[in-house]
C-alpha cells in the first residue's frame, strides 16, 4: 500500500470505523533513520490504533525506528516480509527474507527487546520453491520464539522473479486452508488471513478459523465497507456515520490542513471510492479527479456532490 495509506487516507478511514486497526505505508528503516522522522511518524491521534509497518533487515536500525515509533505512540510495529517487488529486494527486504528466517528472527527480537508495543510479522505462505507447509511451520515458530505477536498472513506464495507485485496479487492461488491449518497448528498464536477478501460476510466466515483479517486494496478502492465493521466484527451497537457527514468532518480537515499548506488533492485523492456503487457515484469521482482549481471552496463543492 505504498503511496496509498498516508496520514490523510488513515484520517479519511479512521471516520467511517472507530475500531479497525489502521497500518501506515511500509517506511524503509533508511528514510526513517536518515530524514526528519516527523515526516513519516506525524499522525493525527484520531487514527489510532494505528500500526506502523517498517522494511529493513538491519536488527539494529529496525530496534532504533521501533523505538522511534513507540515514541510517537503507534500501538504495533509490523515487519513487512510480504512485499514481491524488484526495488524491495535490493533493499533486502520485504518477501525475500523469508528464505532467512534467523535473520528475520534476529530482527524481531531486537525490535521486542527495546519496545514494550508489540512487534507483528506480515508475509505470505511461501516464496519461489521455498514453499512446504513445513518451512511455514518452522519459519512462524522461528519468529515466535523470537517474540512476534502475531502473524498476517498472505495467502497466497510470492514469486520472486518472474512475476510483477501486481502478478504476485492474482495469479499465485489463494491457499486459505494452509492459513487455517497454521492456526490449529499453532492455536496459541495470533494469526490474521489477508488476501482476497472483498465482503464482510466473507471475514466473517474466516474469523471463525482465524483471530483476524486483513483488508488492503479493497478497503482503499470501497471504503464505505468499513462502515460496518465496528457493529458487526466488534459488536459496537450504535450506528456510524453517514456518508454526508463523513464528508462535513472532512471538510473541516481539509479547511485545517489547508491552513498548514496541504494540497487539496493529496486528501482528495483518497476518497474517489467513498460512494461507490451510489447513484451519482461516477459524477463524485470525475469532480474529484478533475478537480483543478487549488482553492479549497472548489473543493468543499466537489466534495458535497451526490
Not at 216 to 242: F, K, Q
Not at 254 to 267: M, S, V, Y
Request: charged share 25%.
Amino acid at each position: 500500500m505504498l503511496d496509498w495509506t498516508d496520514r490523510h487516507c488513515r484520517y479519511f478511514l479512521r471516520l467511517i470505523s472507530k475500531r479497525a486497526l489502521l497500518y501506515t505505508e511500509m517506511i524503509t528503516t533508511a528514510a526513517l533513520l536518515h530524514r526528519p522522522p516527523a515526516h513519516f511518524l506525524d499522525h493525527d491521534p484520531s487514527e489510532q490504533p494505528l500500526a506502523l509497518q517498517l522494511g529493513g533487515s538491519d536488527p539494529e536500525e529496525l530496534a532504533n525506528c521501533a523505538e522511534l515509533a513507540a515514541r510517537w505512540g503507534f500501538a504495533e510495529i509490523n515487519l513487512n516480509l510480504g512485499c514481491p517487488s524488484d526495488r524491495v529486494q535490493s533493499g533486502r527486504f520485504g518477501a525475500c527474507l523469508m528464505a532467512e528466517p534467523t535473520l528475520v528472527s534476529d530482527c524481531i527480537r531486537a525490535m521486542t527487546g527495546r519496545i514494550a508495543i508489540p512487534v507483528t510479522a506480515k508475509h505470505r505462505i511461501g516464496i519461489d520453491d521455498l514453499d512446504s507447509y513445513q518451512m511455514l511451520c518452522d519459519f512462524v515458530g522461528s519468529l515466535a520464539n523470537a517474540g512476534c505477536a502475531a502473524f498476517i498472513i498472505h495467502a497466497r506464495k510470492a514469486w520472486l522473479k518472474g512475476l510483477s507485485p501486481k502478478e504476485n496479487r492474482e495469479i499465485p492461488p489463494l491457499d486459505y486452508d494452509r492459513v487455517y491449518r497454521l492456526k490449529t497448528d499453532f492455536p496459541d498464536l495470533e494469526i490474521v488471513i489477508n488476501g482476497g477478501i472483498t465482503t464482510l460476510d466473507a471475514a466473517e466466515a474466516h474469523l471463525r478459523r482465524v483471530d483476524g483479517v486483513m483488508m488492503g486494496r479493497e478497503a482503499y478502492h470501497n471504503p464505505w465497507i468499513l462502515a460496518e465493521v465496528d457493529r458487526r466484527l466488534y459488536g459496537d451497537p450504535d450506528r456510524g456515520p453517514s456518508r454526508p457527514e463523513v464528508v462535513d468532518r472532512l471538510v473541516t480537515y481539509l479547511q485545517r490542513e489547508a491552513a498548514r499548506g496541504t494540497p487539496p488533492k493529496r486528501i482528495t485523492r483518497h476518497i474517489l471510492g467513498l460512494y461507490r456503487g451510489q447513484p451519482g457515484s461516477r459524477a463524485w469521482r470525475r469532480q474529484l479527479s478533475n478537480q483543478r482549481d487549488p482553492l479549497l471552496r472548489e473543493v468543499i463543492t466537489a466534495l458535497k456532490a451526490p
